[in-house]
């Protein structure tokens, strides 16, 4: 969207995009730590191993691990606020505080249900609008409407993620939307999250901030309906993880047709 607009830096651009690895690393080596220590992961644990819960590293290591990741987010925050404005610190900031917040303690954003909001917020604007701002040191509202579909396509993975893990969040006292409102609705969260970002960019076009050709990622909605097809099914437990995979390459081939349409429409 920046270099549509002619206002593509690369070095900004990279510190964007390394800081929030970073800050996604980061959190989830935090995720790790925290979830075995509040007993969330245990030997019946449906998804992928956890490294501290199966012994493959010492809790006090994984937590130096993620605080160094997030050490080195904040040293790419600095650079870009000085090429931009103070206030960016202020954002750095708070992600790297919500990437410790999400799973420490039980009055964590995951543990009171509250994951889902903030996944859509910084994996949406937050990540697309900053990595708008640090290059063309401005912010127009459509790109914060753009931001809106990575963060919601994020949180339909999301949403798979909590049902697979429902029955152990539940015993771990881990409130996720799932275990608050029950299976059925995070089925129709995956649909709504999902199909409601890929629409986005027809909203985009029919409002007349972006281009007919950015639409192509609405085809990405094919794979997203065979998937919600089998979440409706009653697909459950470990059968859920090829779906997250999915769901996963749907952000991807999304991403990828959105800027292709976007820069060339």
């Avoid at 199909?195 to 007349?208: E, K, M, Q, S």
């Avoid at 697909?235 to 999304?254: D, E, H, Q, V, W």
């Amino acid at each position: 969207m920046a270099a549509r607009d002619g206002a593509f830096h690369l070095l900004a651009c990279a510190a964007a995009l390394f800081g929030a690895v970073f800050i996604q690393i980061g959190t989830n080596f935090f995720n790790d730590y925290a979830d075995a220590k509040q007993g969330a992961d245990t030997e019946d644990r449906k998804g992928p191993t956890r490294a501290v819960a199966s012994g493959l590293i010492s809790s006090r290591q994984m937590l130096v691990t993620s605080c160094f990741m997030f050490a080195l987010s904040a040293l790419c925050c600095v650079y870009m606020v000085m090429r931009t404005d103070w206030r960016l610190a202020l954002l750095g900031a708070a992600s790297i505080a919500c990437g410790f917040w999400y799973t420490a303690g039980r009055y964590s954003l995951a543990y009171l249900g509250l994951g889902d909001l903030f996944v859509i917020f910084f994996f949406g604007p937050v990540a697309v609008g900053g990595t708008y701002f640090v290059q063309a040191v401005a912010l127009p509202d459509y790109v914060l409407i753009a931001g809106l579909a990575p963060g919601l396509i994020a949180t339909g993975l999301l949403a798979i993620n909590n049902l697979r893990d429902i029955d152990e969040d539940r015993l771990a006292h881990k409130h996720t939307l799932a275990v608050r409102l029950g299976a059925s609705f995070a089925r129709l969260e995956y649909l709504l999250c999902v199909a409601g970002g890929i629409a986005i960019p027809l909203i985009l076009a029919g409002l007349g901030k972006g281009p007919w050709l950015a639409c192509v990622a609405l085809l990405m909605l094919l794979p997203c309906l065979a998937i919600t097809r089998n979440l409706f099914r009653g697909t459950a437990g470990k059968a859920l993880n090829p779906l997250l995979g999915k769901t996963a390459g749907i952000l991807l081939g999304y991403g990828l047709l959105f800027c292709l349409g976007w820069y060339f429409g």
